[in-house]
């Protein structure tokens, strides 16, 4: 199955959907009608794991790290599909990354993998905006804009095995599987969890396959993950 939330005029509703349309208690929005997509959750934060691709770390000549390095995203950095991601005044190398996405559906804290595959409503995409030539994670990762979120959640995938592809302007820049991560989305979950109180709607993004690059004003980024569909949003 898969969820959205539609930003109508009365406000966000969030329901089942399918071929355009957004249904929650017998009723039906069409997005592009009835309003826009929006980000597919509300989350607190988006946690999100760095250098999980042996491939982006022989890329940047990183060591492959003893545990998960992680980083957090705030809820202003996220937007939804098809929105317009804003380049940053401040940054003059702007990178994307194509990431899966976990979304949490019940508060909890302290997982096993095993229980924190019960405790994820589902999947979808995020584009890990980075500010490439800024200062520290925080300045680089955490601004206005730098999380663009969606379309929907997928409740029906299993993550371990995903293939996936990264385009800008239609030409592809990434394409790999989910089993090549070097720690799997629900020892990831796990892990953070025992730092961090999830609360509904929280997202886990589990790092970006090799050859993410920049983009410029214009350019078009398309995130495919199979089994949950493509996130799309051009740059301005």
Same mark, same amino acid.
């Given at each position: *199955?898969?969820?959205?939330?539609? $930003?109508?005029?009365?406000? /966000? @509703?969030?329901?089942? &959907?399918? %071929?355009? @349309? @957004?249904? !929650? %208690?017998?009723?039906?929005?069409?997005?592009?009608?009835?309003?826009?997509?929006?980000?597919?959750?509300?989350?607190?934060? /988006?946690?999100?794991? #760095?250098?999980? &691709?042996?491939?982006?770390?022989?890329?940047?000549? &990183?060591?492959?790290?003893?545990?998960?390095?992680?980083?957090?995203?705030?809820?202003?950095?996220?937007?939804?599909?098809?929105?317009?991601?804003?380049?940053?005044?401040?940054?003059?190398? @702007?990178? &994307?990354?194509?990431?899966?996405?976990?979304?949490?559906?019940? !508060?909890?804290? $302290?997982?096993?993998?095993?229980?924190?595959?019960? *405790?994820?409503?589902?999947?979808?995409? *995020?584009?890990? =905006?980075?500010?490439? $030539?800024?200062?520290?994670?925080?300045? !680089?990762?955490?601004?206005? +804009?730098? #999380?663009?979120?969606?379309?929907?959640?997928?409740? %029906?995938? %299993?993550?371990?095995?995903?293939? *996936?592809?990264?385009?800008?302007? #239609?030409?592809?820049?990434?394409?790999?599987?989910?089993?090549?991560?070097?720690? #799997?989305?629900?020892?990831?979950?796990?892990?953070?969890?025992?730092?961090?109180?999830?609360?509904?709607?929280?997202?886990?993004?589990? +790092?970006?396959?090799?050859?993410?690059?920049?983009?410029?004003?214009? $350019?078009?980024?398309?995130?495919?993950?199979?089994?949950?569909?493509?996130?799309?949003?051009? =740059?301005?």
């Amino acid at each position: *199955m898969r969820l959205a939330r539609i $930003d109508t005029g009365d406000g /966000v @509703v969030a329901g089942a &959907y399918e %071929d355009g @349309v @957004v249904e !929650r %208690d017998g009723e039906r929005y069409v997005v592009g009608e009835d309003g826009d997509l929006a980000p597919p959750c509300d989350p607190s934060a /988006v946690y999100c794991i #760095g250098r999980n &691709y042996a491939e982006t770390l022989d890329q940047k000549g &990183y060591e492959r790290p003893e545990q998960p390095t992680f980083f957090i995203k705030p809820p202003a950095s996220v937007i939804p599909h098809e929105a317009p991601i804003p380049y940053p005044t401040f940054s003059e190398e @702007v990178t &994307y990354a194509g990431e899966l996405v976990a979304v949490i559906d019940e !508060r909890c804290h $302290d997982l096993t993998p095993a229980a924190a595959e019960d *405790m994820v409503r589902g999947f979808t995409i *995020m584009n890990d =905006v980075d500010a490439l $030539d800024q200062p520290g994670l925080t300045s !680089r990762k955490a601004f206005d +804009g730098s #999380g663009p979120l969606g379309p929907w959640i997928e409740t %029906d995938v %299993d993550p371990r095995s995903l293939d *996936m592809y990264t385009e800008i302007n #239609g030409e592809r820049r990434q394409a790999a599987n989910t089993e090549l991560m070097l720690w #799997g989305p629900y020892e990831l979950v796990s892990f953070l969890s025992e730092r961090f109180t999830f609360r509904p709607g929280d997202a886990i993004a589990f +790092g970006s396959p090799g050859n993410p690059g920049t983009i410029e004003p214009g $350019d078009e980024v398309e995130i495919w993950y199979e089994g949950i569909g493509t996130l799309r949003n051009t =740059v301005e």
